[in-house]
């Protein structure tokens, strides 16, 4: 019933920027991290970046200066603009969302993954 719908993925030229969109939808509730993973074929899922209720954010090394990561709390959508764009960054991107309420309850969503090529 919950829903994660990404968007903005696509073919970019290295140094060129795309901005990626993660909508939650259904009966989701009391979101509190939100955040952005990527995937190469022969690789873990690595963090690229996250954000907290209150607007803390955490970056991958590789990533930071160059992506920002913000979200709209009231449409529950969470952003990832990726500036300056390299060869590396190519991979699958997948929207996390993890929601917990009171002392034992928590969930974690993801999205369906949306491809990002960064090539000449």
């Known amino acids: 019933q919950v829903q994660l719908v990404e968007s903005g993925g696509g073919l970019v030229q290295p140094g060129g920027s795309l901005r990626l969109s993660c909508a939650a939808s259904g009966s989701i509730v009391n979101i509190n991290n939100m955040g952005w993973y990527r995937q190469t074929p022969g690789k873990q899922r690595e963090l690229v970046a996250d954000?907290?209720?209150?607007?803390?954010?955490t970056y991958a090394d590789s990533v930071k200066g160059r992506f920002t990561i913000s979200r709209d709390n009231a449409k529950k959508t969470v952003y990832l603009q990726m500036n300056s764009l390299k060869p590396e960054d190519t991979a699958v991107y997948y929207c996390n969302v993890f929601a917990a309420w009171g002392d034992y309850q928590s969930d974690d969503y993801w999205g369906q993954g949306t491809q990002v090529t960064v090539s000449a």
């Open positions: 954000i907290t209720r209150g607007g803390r954010t």
